[in-house]
C-alpha cells in the first residue's frame, strides 16, 4: 500500500496570505488528523476528520480549518498567515477499525512565513 | 485535559548499554499509549503500543497506571537506535482520535 501523502512538500509565504494543504491518505483509511510541530511547542493536534465530519477540535485559533472529501483526501487551510504559522504540518490517516486507531504519518509540509 | 511529559530532551548513552525514555501522562479515564520514532530524514512511525504489549526491536514499554508512567526500555542499545522518541496518548474524547504528544527525546547512542 501507498503511504500518507502531502503536498506540497515546501511552501512559503508571506504574512497576510493563505495557504492550502493537501493530504490523500492511505487507500481505505477514512481518518484523516493534521498535526502542527514546531520547536517551541512540538507536536500539536489541530483536527480529525472522519467520513468528511470534523470530528474533534484542537485549541487552535479559527484560521485554521480543514476539510475531507468524498475519497478520503483532507485539505487544510491557514489564512491570514503570521509568522508564528511556520512549522511542519503532519497528516495522518488511520481506519479507525474495531480495536486499531494506528495513525501513519505523511512526510509533512514544511510551511515557512515570510 | 490530556497532558505527556517527557523529562529529558536529550539522553546520550554507549552502545550496549541500557536505555530507558521515561513517559508521564495525565488523563481521567482509560488511556491508550503509544511511543513514535522519528529516524533521520524519515516520518514519524508508530514504534509500539501498549495494548499489543509487543517487543519492536528490542524495546518494551509497560503501562503503569499507578504512576501513570509508560516508559520505554532496552535492554542493549544500538547506533541505529539514533532517533527522536515520542510519547503519545489517546484518549478517545468526544469520539475523536486525537494523539497528544509529549515534547520528545533524542536518543543517541555512541559507538
Known amino acids: 500500500k501507498a503511504g500518507v501523502t502531502q503536498t506540497p512538500r515546501y511552501l512559503i509565504k508571506t504574512r497576510g496570505q493563505q495557504v492550502t494543504l493537501s493530504c490523500s491518505p492511505i487507500s481505505g483509511h477514512r481518518s484523516v488528523s493534521w498535526y502542527q510541530q514546531t520547536p517551541g511547542q512540538g507536536l500539536q493536534f489541530l483536527f480529525e476528520?472522519?467520513?468528511?465530519?470534523?470530528?474533534n477540535k484542537g485549541n487552535f485559533p479559527g484560521r485554521f480549518s480543514g476539510r475531507q472529501f468524498s475519497n478520503s483526501r483532507s485539505e487544510m487551510n491557514v489564512s491570514t498567515l503570521e509568522l508564528g504559522d511556520s512549522a511542519l504540518y503532519l497528516c495522518a490517516s488511520s481506519s479507525r477499525t474495531s480495536g486499531n486507531n494506528e495513525q501513519f504519518f505523511g512526510p509533512g509540509t514544511r510551511l515557512t512565513v515570510l | 485535559a490530556q497532558r505527556v511529559t517527557q523529562p529529558e530532551k536529550l539522553l546520550s548513552v554507549f552502545k550496549g548499554a541500557p536505555v530507558e525514555l521515561k513517559c508521564n501522562y495525565s488523563?481521567?479515564?482509560?488511556?491508550?499509549l503509544f511511543w513514535y520514532v522519528q529516524y533521520s530524514r524519515q516520518r514519524l512511525q508508530l514504534l509500539l503500543r501498549?495494548?499489543s504489549r509487543e517487543s519492536i526491536k528490542g524495546f518494551t514499554a509497560d503501562l503503569n497506571k499507578g504512576e501513570t508512567s509508560f516508559h520505554l526500555k532496552k535492554p542493549f542499545a544500538q547506533e541505529e537506535d539514533s532517533a527522536m522518541y515520542y510519547c503519545a496518548l489517546s484518549g478517545y474524547n468526544n469520539a475523536g482520535n486525537m494523539l497528544t504528544f509529549g515534547g520528545g527525546t533524542r536518543l543517541m547512542v555512541k559507538p
Open positions: 501498549h495494548i
Open positions: 476528520y472522519f467520513s468528511e465530519t470534523q470530528r
Open positions: 488523563y481521567s479515564g482509560s488511556p491508550e
